[in-house]
């Protein structure tokens, strides 16, 4: 079976451009979350689908991100007016929520520079 | 505050020299701690969930061990191959807090 796919594998932009990047999580799956990785740092949560709906955008930094899953598989994740600060690698990761587990399966990542 | 630290860093071991890493935790209500192994470029590749203090899983020179305020992941005989960053998270809720990770090197 397919893990989860990301597109494109990288982008580069500049700065106040709009970017969009797609997650195909594995399919089952009924969550997916996307998490931002800094050079030599650990990914960091950003939001937490279940099914369509945002469960959890905590980890958003600001209006300029959003994240849509409008049938429950395919995710994007927008970035408006992109800043330089905004470069890193974008992870997206899936997971078959059940009573004990909710591992998550994470995809290649997006490598997202801005100029 | 739910905070998640590795340590050592980085770990240079020579071939067949077995080794420990470590992570630390402070959570309210941990659902479950996960390894994860990264190599340069690709997203992280899952390796063990641990819930319970007590617990140990095992894969093929891996060993992950779990205590109320840590794990370890002992490597046994590492190869080349098995170098990489090794990460940890723990899930309390719905949020999943990562380490910055080992980064492991074995020396042929």
């Known amino acids: 079976g397919a893990g989860v796919s990301q597109t494109p594998s990288n982008k580069v932009t500049e700065k106040g451009k709009y970017v969009e990047l797609r997650c195909d999580p594995i399919?089952?799956?009924?969550?997916l979350y996307w998490y931002r990785q800094s050079l030599g740092q650990g990914p960091e949560f950003l939001i937490y689908f279940q099914g369509t709906g945002a469960a959890d955008d905590s980890g958003l930094p600001n209006d300029r991100f959003f994240a849509v899953r409008p049938e429950g598989s395919v995710s994007t994740l927008k970035i408006q007016r992109t800043e330089r600060g905004d470069s890193a690698v974008y992870l997206c990761a899936s997971s078959q929520l059940g009573r004990h587990t909710d591992t998550q399966y994470f995809g290649p990542g997006t490598r997202l520079t801005v100029l | 505050e739910d905070q998640v630290t590795q340590s050592p860093e980085a770990l240079r071991l020579q071939e067949g020299e077995s080794s420990s890493l470590n992570c630390s935790y402070t959570?309210?209500?941990?659902?479950?701690l996960f390894w994860y192994r990264q190599d340069p470029g690709k997203g992280p590749e899952f390796l063990f969930t641990l819930y319970s203090a007590g617990e140990e899983k095992e894969k093929e020179r891996l060993k992950a061990t779990l205590t109320k305020k840590e794990s370890f992941l002992h490597i046994t005989a590492p190869k080349p191959e098995d170098s990489a960053t090794y990460l940890c998270?723990?899930?309390?809720?719905?949020?999943?807090?990562f380490g910055t990770g080992t980064s492991l090197t074995v020396i042929p």
């Open positions: 998270a723990v899930q309390t809720g719905n949020q999943f807090y």
């Open positions: 399919s089952g799956h009924t969550a």
């Open positions: 959570v309210s209500g941990l659902r479950g």
